[in-house]
């Protein structure tokens, strides 16, 4: 079991940026931010893989960087650039395989409010 503690979102006006932290309490292969608006799905932000396999989607492609630091089991997502449509609710979530088998575990969220 994993637990995840996220930090660092808010409110912040077009064209800044915040950096959101996520903190695992063990290992995990994978590491990924996920966002979510009321009503709609939970869409892939950026993952990272091992220390810099990485993978972002088309939407935050050039503004947002994803790192890891494996000391402290943290994974970073930096944020530039924002724009009001990255308004969401922002999800860590960790990969970790056992005996094959992939188990997915979530962060509680981190609010990000970005104001036009």
């Known amino acids: 079991q994993v637990q995840l503690v996220e930090s660092g979102g808010g409110l912040v006006q077009a064209g800044g940026s915040l950096k959101l932290s996520c903190t695992a309490s063990g290992r995990a292969s994978a590491m990924n931010w996920y966002r979510q608006t009321p009503g709609n799905e939970r869409d892939f932000v950026a993952g990272?893989?091992?220390?810099?396999?990485?993978n972002y989607a088309d939407s935050v492609k050039g503004r947002f960087t994803i790192s890891r630091d494996d000391a402290t089991n943290t994974v970073y997502l930096q944020m530039d650039t924002l724009k009001p449509e990255d308004t969401a609710t922002y999800y860590c979530?960790?990969?970790?395989?056992?005996?094959?088998?992939?188990?997915?575990?979530w962060g509680q969220g981190t609010h990000v409010t970005v104001s036009s």
């Open positions: 990272i893989i091992g220390g810099s396999s990485t």
């Open positions: 979530n960790a990969v970790t395989v056992t005996a094959g088998y992939y188990n997915n575990y």
